[in-house]
């Protein structure tokens, strides 16, 4: 049973960084452009703020806040790879 938990992980994972990639491309394609700093404080935010607000949240809320995160903190990661890259650092 623990490998199959991993193997999910594993997919929602790869699952995850096809669409943050994905939404990345589609944003800029239409002109929207947000700084690699805004993902990364925003990542971490959108968990610390409403925890902090509400201590006691749903389990549901509290696993749509850290899906949110990770998809900012993949953001993050990604830009800031494409700035690397870019600036051949």
Aim: charged share 10%.
């Amino acid at each position: 049973m623990t490998y199959l938990n991993w193997f999910m992980t594993f997919i929602a994972f790869i699952a995850l960084l096809f669409f943050c990639t994905r939404f990345l491309k589609w944003g800029k394609s239409h002109g929207i452009k947000i700084n690699r700093w805004v993902w990364a404080a925003a990542s971490f935010l959108v968990v610390v703020i409403p925890k902090a607000v509400f201590p006691h949240m749903n389990n549901l809320i509290s696993i749509v806040l850290y899906v949110l995160c990770s998809i900012f903190a993949l953001n993050f990661m990604i830009e800031q790879h494409e700035w690397i890259v870019k600036s051949k650092v």
